[in-house]
T-cell receptor
Framework: KAGVTQTPRYLIKTRGQQVTLSCSPISGHRSVSWYQQTPGQGLQFLFEYFSETQRNKGNFPGRFSGRQFSNSRSEMNVSTLELGDSALYLC????????????FGDGTRLSIL | QQQVKQSPQSLIVQKGGISIINCAYENTAFDYFPWYQQFPGKGPALLIAIRPDVSEKKEGRFTISFNKSAKQFSLHIMDSQPGDSATYFCAASTGGGNKLTFGTGTQLKVEL
């Protein structure tokens, strides 16, 4: 069974631009969560989607948004990029919101110049 | 109240020794406590998880000890091997859900 797939693996953007990251969950998994990982703040929860609906949201500004499609694939978007948005963005999937464990992808490394 | 405090920040253990990483939490609504292992360039991988109805769970060389009254839990890695050298994160969630609150991580190095 293929794991969680995140694309692209690496991305370089400049301040003020926007970016879209993609996540394909494990087949059959319908819950997708996103996390931001930085050396300073560690691993922080961004949001969770299930059945195309956002179930939970972390403490991030509105520039961070996401969506989920009917095939459970998910995208997250960051608008008006800031230097501080440089991070590893991780996607995790599970069968449903109450069914642990979550399986993580290897992330998208976003660098802002 | 949502924090999970993890210690130590880094740990060096000799091959064959026991690695111990500790976490403490404040939110008594947390009811799912997983440990993740992360290698450089990779995403976190689940090692072992526990729910508060048991005080200990063992899987191979990995054991979680859970103290509900003290609001603490720890990971013990027995017979530590160089291949265990990685960063370890504890985490917690409420309602067994997917919104994980992570500890700050422990960088483990197992020396020959």
């Amino acid at each position: 069974k293929a794991g969680v797939t995140q694309t692209p693996r690496y991305l370089i953007k400049t301040r003020g631009q926007q970016v879209t990251l993609s996540c394909s969950p494990i087949s059959g998994h319908r819950s997708v969560s996103w996390y931001q990982q930085t050396p300073g703040q560690g691993l922080q929860f961004l949001f969770e989607y299930f059945s195309e609906t956002q179930r939970n949201k972390g403490n991030f500004p509105g520039r961070f948004s996401g969506r989920q499609f009917s095939n459970s694939r998910s995208e997250m978007n960051v608008s008006t990029l800031e230097l501080g948005d440089s991070a590893l963005y991780l996607c995790a999937s599970s069968p449903n919101p109450q069914n642990q464990p979550q399986h993580f992808g290897d992330g998208t490394r976003l660098s802002i110049l | 109240q949502q924090q999970v405090k993890q210690s130590p920040q880094s740990l060096i253990v000799q091959k064959g020794g026991i690695s111990i990483i500790n976490c403490a939490y404040e939110n008594t609504a947390f009811d799912y406590f997983p440990w993740y292992q992360q290698f450089p360039g990779k995403g976190p991988a689940l090692l072992i998880a526990i729910r508060p109805d048991v005080s200990e769970k063992k899987e191979g060389r990995f054991t979680i000890s859970f103290n509900k009254s003290a609001k603490q839990f720890s990971l013990h890695i027995m017979d530590s091997q160089p291949g265990d050298s990685a960063t370890y994160f504890c985490a917690a969630s409420t309602g067994g859900g997917n919104k994980l609150t992570f500890g700050t991580g422990t960088q483990l190095k197992v020396e020959l």
